[in-house]
């Protein structure tokens, strides 16, 4: 798809990777080099970076906005992208899982299986991945199918839809079993400190739930624990959260993103912001982006290369 003169564009990465902070364990990275040659193009087609603050505000109707947005709060976005952005006083909007703040750290289950997914022997997670088709329904496979169709790997579709999508935290951690010193030891070198991000003027900070867990059938039980608790924890850490919250991840097997709109929209905030490739609309509530590895194609600059120049 390539955009015909549309006014506002929101963008969606995680992992950045660069050489001197590489990327985290199991990410899916974009080199920091694609990064700057995606946002420079866009500049220089006249786009104008612009804070998620202001998404709603309206501009002049030949003017194109560009909003920057990250999800997690992983050290390699902070370091490469946050960086790079503050440098060239570019604004961004980064939702993170404030988990990982606690005294004694909450590491979100979804960071805990990218890792496994790493350090584990492809047997050992083919042994795991048929213990857990034993345990799902046909319907709740043919939804894991659906939602990590994008993993070449059968295994890895089954163990991260499983722990992400259908099982109950504590079934989840009942079939894993203890952490291993290495899985800590990627985990507690993975998540960006809050104090660190004290030193960008032109990142916006916004909520992406406490754990990182889907959402579940209780809407109301998950406002509370994942939404406000983050957000408070991000005002206690002395921040102030955008009104736009950041969805983790797809709804679990039977929920839907639609039934945080009125609970949000009671508590102030503006908007979702959803993992969909696509654009919007200006109007809805449920706000799409276009992943970091579909900008090229999407607005149809040419692809990403080493000897890429603007």
Known sequence: MVIQMSEKLVLMYHSISGKENPSVIG?????IDRFIYQIES??????????????HQTFGE??????????????????????????????????????????EPLF??????????????PQSLNELAKRIKDQITKEEFNYIEIVYGYEKEPYRRIIKG???????KNKAYEILGELTEIEK??????????????????AEMGVHTHSHNALDLDTDTY??????????????????????????MQPMHGAKTESLI??????????????NSGQWDGESFIIPRVDGIHVEEFVGIPPFRKSSKI
């Open 27 to 31: 990410s899916f990275p974009i080199p």
């Open 42 to 55: 866009l500049l220089a087609e006249g786009w104008v970076p612009t804070p998620i603050s202001q998404l």
């Open 62 to 103: 030949s003017e194109r906005r560009l909003y920057i947005t990250s999800d997690d709060g992983t050290i390699d976005w902070s370091r490469n992208a946050l960086t790079w952005c503050e440098k060239n006083k570019i604004p961004t909007h980064t939702a993170v899982i404030t988990g990982p703040w606690n005294r």
């Open 108 to 121: 979100p289950l979804t960071h805990v299986i990218q890792v496994k997914l790493s350090v584990c022997s």
């Open 162 to 168: 499983a722990f992400n999508l259908i099982f109950q």
């Open 185 to 202: 030891w990627h985990l507690e070198r993975r998540f960006e400190s809050h104090q660190n991000y004290k030193k960008f003027k032109y």
């Open 223 to 248: 406002v509370k624990d994942e939404i406000l608790h983050s957000q408070k924890n991000i005002e206690d850490a002395g921040y102030s959260p955008s009104k736009y919250f950041t969805l983790p």
């Open 262 to 275: 009125e609970p949000l929209k009671l508590h102030g905030y503006k908007g979702i912001l959803v993992a």
